[in-house]
């Protein structure tokens, strides 16, 4: 069994009250596969970025995390920027600068059981977009088990083009796995129940709903439960999200491991997995960093961390 996670890799630099405080490597894509790394389980990033200082960066700690980089296309250039600005509530409110070149990587050939993990913005532009849906819709009939989180960070209802996109992913995803207000800003829908019905109505049968501070909700044609949050104190918002995909993807991983098939996946075994994507989403959010922390990651590798 092997994992994928695909989008964007961008250096983030981090604002308080005007003033930069701190710097690092990021992303969606790249934050779920540095937790997971870090877990030590078979993850392989698909991303691209430039042969520059930054690039570099994101390269070494990627290697340093357990990463497979084997599928990361580097180009002559510079790699992408994201500047990001924390309010009061430590949110952060993003202004992005795009890579010099806007290149796409090659996929691999799927196999039966890999867990495939995108969203954000790659999984919507159009450079690559054929090659990205050849390869979903090769990775659903290969009976791959694909999660698609569409992270939609600003309103979306007066632009039917990139809905028609996301509609397109949802139908090749496994799991589509969204907060609030994602859905909000897709469909202008505000319950969960109604954000069920319109995916299924795109083919999805399995959503991971999100609430912030308020927990998430699963729900499936059979069952549907909720899980509470982790009291936490909020130092940062950011991966927080990618995090909780991540939990999801190590949950899935643990419980495919143990000879399970996602098809028989019981409601145990899915508020186990759910709970993980509780405890990284919460373990980041009270930390500076946007992955799982070593500690915690060596913690779940030695069975001393258990739900």
């Known amino acids: 069994?092997?994992?994928?996670?695909?989008?964007?890799?961008?250096?983030?630099?981090?604002?308080?009250?005007?003033?930069?405080?701190?710097?690092?490597?990021?992303?969606?894509a790249f934050n779920s596969a540095i937790s997971l790394g870090?877990?030590?389980?078979?993850?392989?990033l698909i991303s691209t970025?430039?042969?520059?200082?930054?690039?570099?960066l994101s390269m070494k700690f990627l290697i340093s995390n357990g990463?497979?980089?084997?599928?990361?296309?580097r180009f002559d250039g510079q790699s992408r920027i994201a500047l990001a600005f924390f309010d009061s509530d430590n949110n952060a409110d993003y202004s992005f600068y795009q890579a010099s070149k806007d290149v796409f990587p090659e996929y691999p050939e799927?196999?039966?059981?890999?867990?495939?993990l995108l969203g954000s913005s790659f999984a919507i532009r159009d450079n690559g977009r054929?090659?990205?849906?050849?390869?979903?819709?090769?990775?659903?009939?290969?009976?791959?088990?694909?999660i698609y989180d569409p992270n939609a960070r600003q309103s979306l209802i007066e632009k039917p083009e990139i809905v028609t996109k996301i509609l397109q992913n949802i139908a090749l995803a496994t799991i589509v796995k969204g907060s609030d207000q994602d859905f909000q800003n897709i469909f202008g829908l505000n319950d969960v129940k109604s954000v069920f019905t319109r995916i299924s109505e795109s083919g999805n049968k399995t959503l991971v709903y999100t609430?912030?501070?308020?927990?998430?909700?699963?729900?499936?044609?059979?069952?549907?439960?909720?899980?509470?949050?982790?009291?936490?104190?909020?130092?940062?918002?950011?991966?927080?999200?990618?995090?909780?995909?991540?939990?999801?993807?190590?949950g899935l991983f643990n419980q495919l491991d143990n000879n399970l098939s996602f098809e028989n996946l019981a409601q145990p075994d899915w508020e186990k997995i759910?709970?993980?994507?509780?405890?990284?989403?919460?373990?980041?959010?009270?930390?500076?960093?946007n992955y799982l922390s070593e500690e915690t990651a060596e913690s779940l590798r030695s069975n001393l961390l258990l739900l």
């Open 130 to 146: 054929e090659n990205l849906l050849v390869f979903l819709q090769q990775a659903k009939e290969a009976g791959c088990i694909i």
């Open 211 to 250: 609430k912030g501070a308020d927990g998430a909700e699963l729900f499936t044609p059979d069952f549907d439960f909720a899980v509470k949050a982790k009291e936490t104190k909020v130092i940062s918002t950011i991966g927080a999200g990618d995090n909780f995909s991540a939990g999801i993807v190590y």
């Open 1 to 28: 069994m092997r994992i994928f996670t695909i989008g964007e890799t961008t250096f983030d630099i981090l604002f308080r009250d005007g003033n930069p405080v701190g710097a690092c490597s990021g992303g969606s």
């Open 38 to 44: 870090r877990c030590r389980l078979p993850v392989c």
């Open 49 to 56: 970025f430039g042969n520059d200082h930054i690039g570099d």
């Open 67 to 73: 990463v497979n980089c084997n599928l990361i296309k």
């Open 274 to 289: 759910m709970n993980y994507g509780i405890l990284f989403s919460s373990e980041v959010c009270g930390s500076s960093e």
């Open 110 to 116: 799927p196999q039966k059981n890999d867990l495939i």
